[in-house]
């Protein structure tokens, strides 16, 4: 975005909202550029959880049409504005968009394949996540010396296009069973173990993700590290594992 644009909206366009879908509508693939941004912003308070606005009744249909209007909308700042609210506040999918994929600006795609594939990374985030929790166990299991702190990195770029694969980078901390994002690595300094090792007292995990399979690697201190690749199967959206195979172990 060039330009700073400054938006507000007023008593206006919370009368639009609750009017209902049909009044939105008429505003959303209407002509007036400056009617849409105030009514998405609009939308934005409504839609954020933390305003306690119910639109419930609505909700279903807002996500349609929200994807209808980023298809037809010609201002690619605009549309960024409704594809912001579809990632902030709804879950996928997204089948609108999907279906409309050839109809969408080469500059907007990488956003959009983020937006659509967004519930499918998620769902199979959790899968990795649960299963370096797994592996983690075991190890603790194995080395007393290893402490509650796990590092992932992960690198996903899970699109059906290869051209506009996205890549996403996340460091998570994962304590126990909880996963705190945000949280700011401060490294440790080296320490020794009763056998004279020289080691770090974290796992290390890094994942890669694409159409097919998922890649995990892992390290533990100077000791040990190993590489499990997986196929990834997908049912009606959902996605598990499987084929667990090891490609090398150091």
């Not at 299963?131 to 699109?159: F, M, P, Q, R």
């Not at 460091?171 to 909880?178: H, I, N, R």
């Not at 080691?199 to 290390?204: A, F, R, T, Y």
């Not at 694409?210 to 040990?224: H, Q, S």
Request: negative net charge; hydrophobic residues 35%; contains cysteine.
């Amino acid at each position: 975005m060039d330009n700073i644009r400054y938006v507000s909206y007023t008593d206006s366009e919370i009368e639009t909202v609750k009017k209902g879908i049909s009044a939105i509508k008429e505003v959303l693939l209407g002509n007036d550029s400056e009617k849409k941004q105030s009514l998405l912003l609009c939308l934005d308070w409504y839609m954020d959880p933390y305003y306690g606005q119910d639109i419930s009744d609505i909700e279903d249909e807002l996500i349609d049409l929200l994807q209808t209007f980023i298809i037809s909308e010609k201002n690619i700042d605009i549309a960024e504005d409704a594809l912001e609210l579809l990632n902030s506040y709804t879950s996928g999918p997204y089948r609108i968009l999907e279906d409309n994929i050839n109809k969408i600006d080469s500059i907007f795609m990488p956003n959009i394949m983020y937006t659509i594939n967004r519930h499918r990374i998620e769902n199979i985030e959790q899968l990795m996540v649960a299963e370096c929790g797994k592996i983690y166990e075991d190890a603790k299991k194995e080395c007393n010396d290893i402490s509650n702190k796990v590092w992932l990195l992960h690198n996903s770029g899970l699109t059906e296009k290869t051209e506009y694969q996205t890549s996403i980078e996340m460091a998570w901390l994962l304590l126990y069973d909880e996963i705190h994002t945000g949280v700011q690595y401060k490294k440790k300094d080296m320490w020794v173990n009763e056998k004279g090792m020289y080691i770090e007292p974290e796992m290390h995990f890094n994942i890669i993700l694409d159409e097919k399979r998922a890649i995990l690697a892992y390290f533990f201190g100077k000791r040990f590290s190993r590489c499990i690749e997986y196929d990834l199967l997908c049912d009606n959206d959902m996605f598990s594992i499987d084929n667990k195979r090891v490609l090398w172990v150091g």
